[in-house]
């Protein structure tokens, strides 16, 4: 179905575009386009009138620099006219298009729509375009008004064709990846955690305002994730001269951000599709072999932005980068993303229940509503494997030893069994009578954690080794300091305790199952 | 038309639908009745493809409601209590979003949506914002919307909730045309009086599980060994009547005032119509005579009280 025939863009484009509203924002975003080429204007020639000052009293800059600056003056005009239409476009579309689309499936459920959208016959596809394209359909509008005043502005200021494109082409993509990511958001909140939704997308549009600034971090490429990054790079404005690179090789910004939308984009557009017309309580983002398939992907894509040049840890700079610290590096990172993957496999409760009464042998362990521990593993042995081949790959830079692999060995494991305790801590969550339990039990983890830090501190005031001791029973954090090797009982205690945890979660959760599959035999018989 | 086998629902620890098997034939409108948390609206949920269950298997129009969710809606229409509209919206273009969503035809979309306006009574107001529209209007859009793809089968989850009397008789009108379309039509809700009348056949549910189920009149007269007859009649004649009663095998518990009074009689339909000869010839003068039917409210009374099980 093309999509102006979409019925949810068409939707959308009666609602929110009638004649009268229509002609209003051509109004109003005519006189704002007017008030940035007189704010142009004005700037320019207040410093065009200050350098003729400058000439006629100290004789600076000389008459012919200022005959110049006089006659390219214009031009100059028209293309910051043309850079500040191109920003605020940017703004405009990209931040509706997030706060829009993050609002919309939540927002339909909260207005008793959604069941009836559910109910048609559209396909999770054309929900997907009809939404994403009609929730911010103002935006693209503003733009449309916009977009002849813009190539006047960039013809007359000398932008060329290919800037003109490849600044639309980042707009446009950006928009389109941050509306993706606010639906994918919106599908996972309902009425009662809306505004905790919110909170993620403003915080996702903050990460990638400021995402410019990864630049300067051992991740350059990830700056391209903002789309302002691509176009400072485009103005020729002032920012670190840095390259993004694929395994070391240069790639061009725009290219940059085109791959990590695209791929991040189809991630997105997966979970997205697997969820929308389910019921919420059923929402399960990636199916188990999908999440390990992200999991090694989100680790791929660790190593192919890494710049061992821009190598830099709280200590800063840090060069030559050594294989081990390479490998902590890169088990912390694919900690993050073990959490991730573990909280898209995160079964529901009632999956988990029919699983229970149906399991049979060791093997139903890896079935699809099983506990996600068994993929955690799997996961994190992909995990390790990709560490193996990372540190093949980066062999020139990092250098590729034994020691660096074993040490990574370690690392992952803690990793895993404090990752896996903590899944399984939300595993149980769900199975608990709570309201929104994955919030909860996110919230009673971050509070766990912050109570650690606070604890390791305490003994740390006395004796720096205690506190260290505290922090490896506690956290992961022990198995990637340098000092381990003076405490590494302590460590392989956290790490038996971790294991300990683990047991004591999985019989909970057994428990609770039992309960439940109780009640289903005494109300069969 | 709708077979619902085995189905069963849990939310946690709680058993929302417990085997629940029912099958709905052509041309019915089934009520289903029970008190609040019934299960009513899971059941309607799930049969719409909108939740799944966790056993069992829903069949709406011989289409697998759980494996082809996607074809299965092409047949149903679907209500719910707390129903919303997109109040910026025209009625028209309300209309044409959801006739579009459902895949109709292009061709046939502008025929249908002036049948529906039509049939709904919407006519004034097809060209007006809904924001506009009053409770009574929006409730007859929602039945609107619901069966402008031609469905097979409409669910409906208390769709008269917060609704006017005038209100109500007017969607029940409606839902009646519908019916006489050939539409099958499930009704849920736990406002009695509003099915009678209405339905041909009823389910009673109770803590998710039907208690009864039949054609409405075997339903309300289930449980009943005697019928409750109602008579009225001119002059003093009350301790005659008495005398009568007693002396009629089939007749008791009579309740006699002045001039009216009621009995259960468990006889057969001719010697109902005996024993009145037999009053007349007495010389008592009739005024009314006319069996008490059980409402569906007092049958559902019973039920609950464990009178009738």
């Known amino acids: 179905m093309r999509f102006w025939k979409n019925p949810e863009f068409v939707r959308h484009l009666r609602a929110e575009l009638r004649t009268a509203r229509a002609i209003t924002i051509l109004g109003v975003v005519l006189v704002i386009c007017v008030i940035i080429g007189l704010g142009c204007w004005g700037s320019h020639e207040a410093q065009v009138e200050a350098y003729r000052r400058g000439n006629q009293m100290f004789g600076k800059p000389p008459a012919e620099q200022l005959a110049q600056l006089e006659s390219q003056g214009s031009i100059d005009e028209w293309f910051a006219f043309y850079r500040f239409l191109i920003y605020a476009q940017m703004v405009v579309l990209t931040f509706w298009s997030l706060l829009c689309c993050a609002q919309s499936i939540s927002g339909e459920r909260e207005g008793k729509t959604w069941d009836f959208q559910r109910a048609t016959g559209l396909s999770p596809a054309e929900f997907l375009i009809g939404k994403l394209l009609g929730e911010p359909i103002v935006a693209y509008f503003i733009v449309l008004c916009c977009l002849p005043i813009t190539l006047l502005a960039g013809w007359l200021g000398h932008a060329g064709i290919g800037n003109v494109v490849s600044a639309y082409l980042l707009i446009l993509s950006g928009s389109l990846f941050l509306g993706l990511a606010g639906l994918w958001m919106s599908s996972l909140f309902e009425s009662r955690s809306r505004g905790i939704g919110l909170i993620g997308t403003f915080g996702l549009y903050l990460f990638l305002a400021f995402a410019v600034y990864l630049i300067d971090s051992s991740f350059t490429g990830i700056a391209a994730f903002s789309p302002l990054t691509g176009l400072l790079v485009l103005f020729r404005v002032d920012i670190p001269d840095r390259v993004a690179t694929i395994f070391g090789k240069a790639v061009p910004w725009l290219v940059m951000s085109l791959l990590l939308y695209s791929t991040f984009g189809a991630w997105l557009v997966l979970m997205i599709l697997r969820g929308i017309k389910k019921d919420f309580d059923q929402i399960k983002p990636l199916s188990r072999w999908q999440a390990i398939g992200c999991a090694a992907f989100l680790n791929f894509t660790a190593y192919a932005l890494f710049h061992p040049q821009y190598f830099v840890t709280l200590r800063g700079w840090e060069t030559p980068l050594h294989s081990d610290r390479f490998a902590s590096f890169m088990v912390g990172v694919n900690g993050f993303v073990l959490f991730a993957m573990g909280l898209a496999m995160i079964s529901p409760h009632d999956r988990l229940k029919i699983w229970w009464r149906s399991r049979v042998g060791v093997r139903s362990l890896l079935a699809e509503d099983g506990p996600p521990w068994p993929w955690l593993v799997i996961s994190g042995i992909t995990g390790y494997a990709l560490l193996a081949w990372g540190m093949f790959a980066w062999k020139k830079d990092v250098g590729f030893d034994r020691s660096a692999l074993l040490v990574g060995l370690i690392q992952s494991l803690a990793v895993l069994a404090f990752v896996t305790r903590d899944i399984l801590f939300l595993q149980w969550c769900r199975l608990t009578r709570m309201r929104a339990p994955l919030l909860k039990g996110m919230l009673y983890l971050g509070l766990y954690y912050i109570a650690a830090t606070v604890l390791s501190v305490v003994f740390g005031i006395s004796s720096t080794v205690r506190g260290r001791e505290a922090l490896a029973l506690s956290t992961p954090a022990g198995a990637f300091d340098n000092a381990t090797s003076s405490y590494s009982h302590i460590l392989f205690v956290g790490f038996s305790i971790q294991v300990a945890l683990i047991i004591l979660l999985l019989m909970a959760t057994a428990a609770r199952l039992r309960q439940g599959a109780s009640v289903f035999d005494s109300s069969a018989a | ?309």
Request: glycine share 8%.
């Open chain 2, 1 to 309: 038309m709708i077979q619902i086998a085995n189905l069963r629902k849990e939310f946690d620890e709680l058993v929302a639908v417990d085997n629940l098997t029912l099958t709905i034939p052509s041309g019915e409108i089934y009520g289903l009745i029970g008190p609040n948390g019934a299960g009513k609206t899971t059941t309607i949920r799930i049969a719409c493809g909108l939740l799944e269950p966790t056993q069992g298997e829903v069949r709406v129009a011989d289409v697998d409601v759980l494996r082809d969710p996607e074809r299965a809606r092409q047949h149903i229409g679907y209500l719910s209590d707390f129903f919303s509209v997109y109040e910026d919206l025209k009625v028209r273009e309300y209309l044409d979003y959801f006739a579009h969503a459902y895949k109709m035809p292009d061709a046939k979309i502008a025929q249908r949506i002036t049948e529906v306006i039509e049939q709904a009574g919407l006519e004034a107001k097809c060209d007006s914002l809904i924001q506009g529209l009053s409770r009574g209007m929006k409730q007859r859009l929602g039945i609107a919307r619901a069966m402008i793809h031609c469905p097979k089968v409409l669910l409906l989850d208390e769709p008269a909730s917060g609704l006017d009397p005038k209100a109500r008789i007017e969607l029940r009108n409606l839902l009646r045309s519908v019916r006489d379309q050939g539409a099958t039509i499930l009704i849920s809700s736990h406002i009695l009086t509003e099915l009678e009348g209405l339905c041909t056949s009823i389910g009673i549910m109770e803590k998710g599980r039907l208690v009864r189920t039949g054609r409405l009149e075997d339903v309300v007269s289930t449980g009943a060994q005697s019928r409750a007859i109602r008579l009225q009649w001119l002059g003093d004649a009350a301790a005659q009547l008495h005398e009568l009663l007693s002396k009629t095998v089939a007749a008791s518990e009579p309740k006699l005032n002045a001039n009216d009074g009621e009995f259960r009689f468990s006889g057969s339909d001719d010697e109902l119509a005996q024993f009145l000869t037999q009053i007349v010839a007495c010389g008592i003068r009739v005024l009314s005579f006319r069996e008490v039917r059980q409402t569906v409210e007092e049958m559902y009374m019973k039920l609950s009280t464990h009178e009738v099980m």
